[in-house]
């Protein structure tokens, strides 16, 4: 029997429940004692389309942390994640020529095993940024997950590259939770900063560019193909728009013309513009999106001036820039610098 779930709540996919049952076994928990209370079992996780509903993965984590003790689990999922229990996508990715592919990737098929989540990728100077963002609003829940998935890229990039990226910055967007900064002791060289604006993990742009060690092109293609079966199988009603939005993302410049993006994607300007009012949005809605995002991190994140910001996001001076930022947000990119929770 599958779990049904309502469309804003996609739930959880089943293999996630699994990951943390190897967790909690080692604290000698088995899968009766864990799922039982919540009427499920290991063959139905094990089923591809099974979603746990999201209260009750909720409650599966607070029963998880209650039975082990542990103040946090998110460490210990992350550590254990292996790229594998993403189905496809994961064989997609582990089979790219490169980070940089991987990534384009992750951002164009991560909700198909997480529809809770949006994964965009940045990057400026010398700095390349993976920024997190998730429906997700129960805890501990949510604070599990976010551990889990920082921690998680971090030894699913070294199992794929064979490479460990010796320091990087990680900003959680929560307090520090109790018990975590046993767990950060273990990456002296990477920075941690809690209470930020947003959940990202930034590291050397000279990362993007290491091969992969199981790089495949016709595998990755095959699995990128049943990827696309699987959006289409779902009827998913934004493909274009989600194509122009990873276009956007990935480039290194943010302000690409409309022509430009039309042609990566083989078709007309009229086409595209056609398509996107299809699916009820419009090209410079999608700029405006990325270029926000982008300015948010980058406000966030570095000490640029507003003149370097603007320039990176193809505004001719500050003043454009900061209109364009007010119109976005109602404030000032100086303003919301000084508080970006306001």
């Known amino acids: 029997m599958k779990t049904i779930t309502s469309r804003q709540d996609q739930g959880i996919p089943g293999v996630y429940g699994l990951l943390l049952l190897d967790v909690v076994s080692r604290w000698g928990y088995t899968a009766e004692t864990l799922f039982e209370p919540f009427g499920l079992n290991s063959e139905q996780l094990a089923e591809p389309d099974f979603r746990i509903p999201t209260a009750i993965a ?5 029963h998880a942390l209650k039975l082990t003790g542990e103040p946090t689990l998110g460490f210990h999922l992350g550590n254990q994640m292996r790229i594998s229990i993403h189905g ?43 920024q997190l963002q998730t429906d997700v609003t129960l805890e501990p829940l949510r604070t599990e997950i976010s551990i889990a998935l920082i921690f998680g890229m971090i030894s699913m990039g070294k199992a794929i590259t064979g490479v460990d990226y010796s320091a990087g910055e990680i900003d959680f967007d929560f307090p520090q939770p109790e018990g975590l900064e046993r767990f950060i002791a273990k990456y002296p060289r990477h920075q941690f900063r809690f209470d930020q604006p947003h959940l990202l993990l930034s590291f050397d742009k000279q990362y993007l560019g290491n091969k992969l060690v ?5 595998a990755s293609q095959i699995a990128i193909n049943q990827c696309e079966a699987e959006l289409s199988a779902l009827g998913e009603r934004h493909r274009i728009a989600m194509r122009v939005r990873d276009i956007l993302t990935n480039s290194e410049q943010h302000y690409l013309s409309i022509e430009s993006v039309a042609e990566r994607l083989h078709m007309s300007d009229r086409t595209l513009k056609r398509q996107l009012a299809a699916e009820g949005t419009s090209f410079s809605t999608l700029v405006d999106e ?9 406000l966030s994140r570095t000490d640029f001036t507003l003149e370097q910001i603007a320039d990176e996001l193809g505004y001719s001076d500050v003043a454009n820039f900061s209109r364009a930022f007010k119109r976005w947000s109602g404030r000032s990119p100086s303003n919301w610098r000084k508080d970006p929770y306001l």
């Open 58 to 62: 909720n409650q599966l984590v607070e």
């Open 214 to 218: 199981h790089a495949d092109p016709i």
């Open 290 to 298: 990325v270029r926000y995002r982008h300015a948010t991190s980058l």
């Open 88 to 130: 496809f996508i994961g064989y997609a990715i582990m089979t790219a020529r490169d980070i940089t592919d991987a990534l384009v990737l992750a951002n164009r098929f991560i909700q198909l095993r997480m529809p809770f989540l949006q994964l965009f990728f940045s990057t400026f100077g010398s700095k390349a940024t993976i």
